[in-house]
């Protein structure tokens, strides 16, 4: 660990009702450089939280009113102090507290009396897991608005190249004769496919930044009218949907429509052979989510390369088959991730695709 100066700022904050006893952890963090806080009630650790965020948590378990795990899972529910590291003091070969502990979601624990060696090497190691966490977020962030900067700069390009092509189209008709026309027509395509992508792309990068506004969704309806809305598209195609009741949750509106589209358009494109096409919707109650799946019974896909699904730009089938950017999942997995929540897919070559995604039942 980079030792010295820029140690300096690394606040530690203690949280123990018997501060004789944590005297040497104090010695040990400040002869190292570490800013040192205690606090000797949870209620008081909670106010010094609000005032200044530590870079750490050392926090006993047994303390009067509040104790260490309530207060570990207070700090773990808030969105501002999550990510600080929490480490456990407990007496030694307290196996249920250690447990008890992991559940409320602290990251490490040390055994009292200390060993100023483990104390300070686990300390060390959870401020430097956390800076390298801070900077990969930072770094995706950037990544995501440079995305969007991206996109955003070549879509305006690319519509005058698209109404150039017309206008030479309209105006030219006559003198570019057939072989013309075919490679402009092919031409306009091609730039309707690019417009397409970067629309898509535009949209990912939104799914990162965009604030959420959270409220109740009657899943039902917004599934059935995303699918009427789809199928108004295509008035030929022969297409059942078959869903129960399913549970209310609580998303972002805008955002869980853009993922139901994008899964149902999947549906609806990849059973475009079929003679009837069959969508159904199942779920399964946990105990702190919901499971829903969306079946097809469409070309289905190879599950060997399932891993690439939800990736940017990665697709499975061909343009030549199936049309499409390849951004579609990546936008859906972008949105679960904002609801705490996760996406994944099974599929047979040939037999169908299944959309499965796990939803927090309590999403405040
Ligand atoms: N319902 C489905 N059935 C079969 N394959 C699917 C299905 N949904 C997604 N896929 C596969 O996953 C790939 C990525 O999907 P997506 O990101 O929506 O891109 P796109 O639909 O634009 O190709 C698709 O190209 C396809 O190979
Ligand atoms: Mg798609």
Known sequence: MNRGSA??????????????????????????????????????????????????????IFMPEIDGFELCRIIKQNDEFKNI???????????QSIKKGFESGAQDYVTK???????????????????QTESLYLANRELDSFCYSIAHDLKAPLLSISKLIEYLSLDYYDKLGDDGNSLIKNIQKKSTELTAIINHLLEFSRMCEMDM????????????????????AQPERTAVLDMPRLPEITGDGIMLRILVTNILSNSLKYTAGRQRAEISVEYTGHQYDYIFCIRDNGAGFDMKYSARLFQVFQRLHSSKEFEGSGVGLSICQKIL???????????ETDNGASFYFSFPKNNK
């Open 7 to 60: 140690i300096d700022k690394y606040e530690i904050l203690i949280v123990d009702d018997t501060p004789e006893q944590i005297e040497m952890a104090m010695l040990v963090l400040k002869n190292n450089n570490y800013k040192v806080r205690v606090s000797t009630k949870g209620e008081a650790a909670l106010k010094l939280l609000e005032r200044q965020k530590p870079d750490l948590i050392l926090l006993d």
């Open 85 to 95: 590291p929490v480490i456990f003091l407990t007496s030694s070969d307290d196996e």
């Open 113 to 131: 009396p200390f060993n100023a060696t483990e104390l300070l090497a686990r300390v060390n190691t959870h401020i430097k897991l956390k800076e």
């Open 213 to 232: 506004k959270l409220e109740p969704i009657n899943l039902n309806n917004l599934i059935q009218s995303v699918f009427d809305e789809l199928m108004l």
């Open 337 to 347: 991730k904002r609801h705490k929540g996760k996406a994944w897919m099974t599929g």
